[in-house]
């Protein structure tokens, strides 16, 4: 099993990488039952207790509520963008070279209107997909599914709806991806976001300590 601890991740045993190394080259997407450290995710649940949330359109891909900034999120972008977790994944999907994760918490409400449509997400170096549930309760509907764009098979479908569970996924010109509509009384609520190529998170603090400084 592997766990994202406030320490960072641990790591599978030989037969578990390569179980989940061959799922992933057949289905460009594998899940990792209880991935979010249970202390962790509980700190995530106190503090989305009185979060605020606001709507965002993405054009005409999506409409969700997004987390605004708020110290769950810088949490999950502390842990996310350690280097142990980026050869990690690494070996789990061969995407080569990881510089950062960059993602939002958003949440997904029956009934009203929110969506997410088939889209590819192959701008801006990003090179795997990750979602992890932040639910406290299973919900229904917004199942993960991806397909190729050139048809309508579905490769690989996934409800994550185990709390604490993620998916990582394949970014690729030739793949698209989605989630479903959420049914029943309870929202969908995830950190979502992408491995990218470049930049590196080090040269991102950097950047933003060096701002921090001007503005003063």
Not at 39 to 47: G, P, Y
Not at 59 to 82: C, K, M, Y
């Amino acid at each position: 099993m592997i766990h994202l601890t406030r320490s960072g991740p641990t790591l599978p045993t030989s037969a578990d990488l390569e179980r989940l190394r061959a799922q992933f080259d057949r289905q460009h997407c594998i899940r990792l039952e209880g991935f979010l450290a249970p202390a962790v995710l509980s700190f995530i649940h106190d503090r989305l207790d009185v979060a605020e949330f606001t709507q965002k359109a993405h054009g005409d891909i999506s409409v969700e509520l997004r987390l605004q900034p708020d110290a769950a999120l810088d949490l999950l972008h502390f842990l996310g963008n350690d280097e142990r977790l980026f050869r990690l994944v690494d070996q789990l999907t061969g995407c080569g070279h990881i510089g950062c994760f960059l993602g939002r918490i958003y949440r997904m409400v029956p009934g009203s209107g929110h969506y997410d449509s088939w889209h590819g997400d192959t701008l801006g170096h990003r090179l795997i997909g990750m979602s992890i549930n932040l639910g406290a309760r299973p919900y229904d509907g917004g199942v993960f599914q991806l397909r190729d764009r050139q048809s309508p098979v579905i490769l690989c479908e996934v409800a994550n709806t185990g709390p604490g569970d993620a998916i990582l996924f394949r970014i690729a010109t030739n793949l698209v991806h989605q989630v479903t509509a959420v049914e029943g009384t309870t929202p969908k609520t995830a950190f979502a976001g992408w491995f990218k190529s470049v930049p590196e998170f080090r040269s991102m603090l950097a950047n933003s300590a060096r701002r921090s400084v001007e503005g003063t």
